[in-house]
C-alpha cells in the first residue's frame, strides 16, 4: 500500500509539475466549455433578436378595404414594409415577387380572392363558396417563416375574428365552451429536461476522453519510452505497482472529468436559461452525492479499462488505435441515452456500464433516480472495473506484454 | 554473488516472425543452457554479437523475464520465488530501460531511494555522495528530456546506485557517451569493484572489456561458448588480442555465414 501510494504521488506530480498539463487538463476545459456554449447562447439570442427586430417585406393583393386600417390598428404595419397590389398586377410582376420570396428579398405575398369581400357577403347557406386568401412563404426562409407567423396571429386571425363579428353580431354566441389549461408540473423536472438530453451524453463521453487522454500516455507511453521497465526493476510488487497507476490515473481523470462536469453544468445551465428563459437546475446535497459518487466510479471504470487496453499495445499510436473503438462504443451509448428521452428503461438496464450510468445521470437532473436504480449503476461498474484492474494486473505480470517476450 | 545454473529461456515465434527470421521452428531459444557465476568484487565480462542472448540472460537476472528452464540466484535469493528481494540487491542499467524524461535528475533519485524503502537522510546522504561523484549537482533540478545524452546517462546510473546494490549489472554501460563521460563511468565501475559489488557488464567494445573484466564469458547463438580471464580466453583460442578471439570464436560458429564487420557487427546483425 504505502509502495501503491508512492506510484500515485509520481502519477500526480507527472501533472502538476509540468505547467503544460496543468493547463490542458484543468484550464483549457472550463475555457473551452464556456467558450462554446457562451458563444452558441450569444449566437442564438442574436439570431432570435435579428427575426423579430428584421421589417419583412410584405406584398398584399386584392385586399379589402378593412386589411389598411386593421394593419394600422393592430401595429402590423409597424412591422412591415407592406406593398398593396391591385388584381390589374401583372403575372410577370407577380412572378418576381415570388422570386424574391424564394431568394429572401421579399419575405411574404398575401392574395385575396378578386372579390372576396363580394363572396363573403353573399355567403347565405352552407355550401356556399367560401373566400380564400393565400400566403406565399418560403419555409426554408427565417424572415419569412416570421412573417407567415406575424401575419396570420396579428392580420389573419383579427380579419376572421372581424366578419365573424359582422356576420353574426354577438361573437359570445359562437363561444359553446372555453378551455382552462392548469399545468400540474415538477419544475425541477420541467427545468432539467434541456439539461438530462445533454449532460448524461456529455459527461460519459467527457470522462472517457479524460480517461484517454492521461492513460494511453501514462500506459503505452511509458512502455514505449521504456520508463516503464525501470519501474518494474525496483522492488515495488507488481500488483501495487499497478493499483499505484489506476488509483494515481483515476484521480487525475477524475479532476479532470470534474473541471469538465462542472464546467458543463454551468455554461449550459446558462446557455438554456439564455435562449428559453427558463430557471437553471439545483440539485440537493444528496443528488450531489450521488452524481460524484456515478462519476468517480464510472472514471475509475474508463481508466481501468484504457490502461487494460493500452497495455497490451507496444507504443500510444498502437493504443489510441486500440482504443478509439471503445470511445465510438461509449459515444453510442451515451447518444443512445440521449435519444431514448423520457422512456424508463427497467432497473436491471442500470447494471450496464456506461449505459447504466448515463440513464443514471439522467435521472438525477430529471430527478426521477431510484435508490436501487442508483446501486444497480455503481455495482455494475465497479464490477466491470475489477474485471479490468484484474487485467491490467495481470499484464503487469506477463513478460509477453510488457517486453514482448 | 550471481548464480546463473543452466539458464534457458525459450521464446515462442509468431509466423511472422518465423517468416522474417527464415525458420520452420515456432521457438527461439535465447539463451540455451547457460551457466556461470559471478563472485563478488569482481567484473564479469558478457560478450557476444547482437542477437547472442546477452540481453534476455541479463534480463533474466534482473527478474524481467522468467527462465524456461534453470536457475538464477542473486545474493542467495531465487530471481523467480523471490523477485522483490532480488530487485532490491541489485540495479540494472540498459539503453532500453530509461527514466521518465518529465522529471529531474533529484526527482527521480528520490522516488527511486523511497521504492527501495530508504529514509530522507539516507536518501540526501547519498545523493551527495553520487550527485558530488558524477557532477549531476549542477543540473539535477534540470527535466531529464533537457539534458545531453552524457548528463542522461550519468543521471541514469547515479539513480540506479541510489540504495547501494550488492549486484550491479550495466548492458552497454558506455554506448555512445563522449571519452570523459565513459572515462567517469569506467572508473565508477572499479570503485564499485573495490567495494566488493558483484557487477556484469556487457559490452561491444573490447578494448574496455579486456581493462574492466576480471571474466569473461562469450555468447553465441544463446549459448555460453567459452569462458575464463582474458589471457585464459586468448590461450584457449591461440589468439592475438581478445577481437581476434572473438572472431574466431564467431567464425567457428558462423562458418557459412558473412565475416565479422567492425561497422555492423557480427553477421550484419542489428
Known sequence: MKNSMLIVKKELARVFKDKQMIISLFVLPVIIMFGIYGLMGSLTKSITKDIEEHESVVYIQNAPAEIKDLAAATGYNQTAHISYLNDNTSESEMLEIKDGILAGTNDLLVVFDKDFKETFSAYTNAGDEIPEMTLFYNSAESYSSQAKDVFNAMMAQNYRTMLQAQRFGNLDLLTVFSINEEKIVNEAKENGQFLSMMLPYLIVMLLFASAMSICVDAIAGEKERGTLSSLLLSPIKRSELAFGKLFGLAILSSMSAIVYAVS???SMGSFASSIDGGEGVTFSFVQILELAAIMVVLVYMFVAIVCAVSILAKDTKQASSYVSPLYIVVIVLGLVTMLSMGKSPSDIMYLIPVYGSAMAIQGITIQTLTGIQFLFTILGSLVFAALATYGVKKAFDSEKIMFNA | MIQVNNLTKVYKLSKRKMQQMKTTENIKKAANDISFEAKDGQIYGLLGPNGAGKTTTLRCIATLLTPSAGTVTVCGHDTVKEGEAVRQELCFLTNEIKLDPFFT????????????????????????????????????????????TGMKQKAAIAVSLVHNPQVI???????????????????????????GKTIIISTHIMSEAEKLCDCIGVIIDGKKVIEGTLQEIIDKTQAEDLEDAFFKLYSEHHKEEEPFNPKSGFGGRK
Open chain 1, 264 to 266: 458543463s453544468i454551468f
Open chain 2, 105 to 148: 535528475p533529484k526527482y527521480l533519485f528520490e522516488f527511486f531511494g523511497h521504492a527501495h524503502g530508504m529514509s530522507d537522510e539516507e536518501i540526501e546522504a547519498r545523493r551527495k555522495e553520487l550527485f558530488g561523484y558524477f557532477g549531476i549537482s549542477e543540473f539535477e533540478n534540470k527535466k531529464m528530456q533537457e539534458l545531453s
Open chain 2, 169 to 195: 549489472i550495466f548492458d552497454e554501460p558506455t554506448s555512445g557517451l563522449d571519452v570523459v563521460t565513459a572515462r567517469s563511468v569506467t572508473d565508477m565501475l572499479k570503485k564499485l569493484k573495490e567495494e
